[in-house]
């Protein structure tokens, strides 16, 4: 039986305006914008949903398979 590969919300902090717009929406309370400069993921709270790429203005972050 295969298990499916988990999905996270990754940013390109290099990128990312810290505008917070990702941290309104996720649902989990997964993202924070970390020391004002860019927005980081819990890995352990996030489940993928894709709501933050979705809303981010900036187009920096994505949402990736990971390992289990």
Do not use: F, N
């Amino acid at each position: 039986m295969m298990i499916p590969a988990k999905r996270k919300a990754v940013v390109e902090h290099a990128l990312c305006v810290a505008c917070g717009c990702c941290v309104k929406v996720c649902p989990l309370s997964a993202i924070s914008v970390y020391h004002g400069h860019y927005a980081q993921v819990d890995p352990t709270r996030c489940v993928g949903c894709g709501k933050c790429m979705k809303e981010c203005p900036a187009s920096v972050i994505h949402v990736e398979e990971v390992a289990q």
